[in-house]
């Protein structure tokens, strides 16, 4: 098993560009999260979805849009990026059961110019 | 609002020893607490996860216990060595699913 991959793993923008980073599990899990990392303020929730079709928003999604289509796929858009959206991002994902462990993946490093 | 907390930002300690890792949060309608580490440039890898309905849970040499009524949650680390270096994460989850997380201790095992 892949476990949680997370697509690109590098990128650059310009201000004002969009872009999309998607987020796959194989593990049939119900609930995804999308994560930005930044020093000193930790990780964030920016959005997060317990189960295909629903999303809902986590502590920092301003700026930030979210579907799940698919079960298996989160996927994190970036409409008009900002410069303050330069950060690591990070995708997890668990089940809906009471023991829901957070698996993440390797992470997204966006640098926004 | 909740609040997680963990002190000190980063610690050194010695080959060797037992050392303790504190978390703790503001409200304590939480539905569970994870810890994870995170090694340089990496992701976060879970260690153990405590349900709140539970007081503790091991792995090797590792014990996390949990008190809710004081908002705490400790990591236990049993002979430390320097492949425990990395830096330290709690996590709470809400009961509407959202998850909080503290900003970590920075762990460094000096050999």
């Known amino acids: 098993n892949a476990g949680v991959t997370q697509t690109p793993k590098f990128r650059v923008l310009k201000t004002g560009q969009s872009m999309t980073l998607l987020c796959a599990q194989d593990m049939n899990h119900e609930y995804m999260y999308w994560y930005r990392q930044d020093p000193g303020m930790g990780l964030r929730l920016i959005h997060y979805?317990?189960?295909?079709?629903?999303?809902a928003k986590g502590e920092v999604p301003d700026g930030y849009n979210v579907s799940r289509l698919k079960k298996q796929n989160f996927l994190l858009g970036l409409e008009s990026a900002a410069p303050s959206q330069t950060s690591v991002y990070f995708c997890?994902?668990?089940?809906?059961?009471?023991?829901?462990?957070?698996?993440f993946g390797p992470g997204t490093r966006l640098t926004v110019l | 609002k909740q609040e997680v907390t963990q002190i000190p930002a980063a610690l050194s300690v010695p080959e060797g020893e037992n050392l303790v890792l504190n978390c703790s949060f503001t409200d304590s309608a939480i539905y569970n607490l994870q810890w994870f580490r995170q090694d340089p440039g990496k992701g976060l890898t879970s260690l153990l996860l405590i349900q709140s309905s539970q007081r503790e849970q091991t792995s090797g040499r590792l014990n996390a216990s949990l008190d809710k009524s004081s908002g705490r949650s400790t990591l236990y680390i049993a002979a430390s060595q320097p492949g425990d270096s990395a830096t330290y994460l709690c996590a709470v989850r809400r009961g509407d699913d959202k998850i909080i997380f503290g900003k970590g201790t920075r762990l460094h095992i000096l050999p």
């Open positions: 997890a994902s668990s089940y809906r059961t009471a023991y829901n462990e957070q698996f």
């Open positions: 979805s317990v189960g295909e079709g629903t999303t």
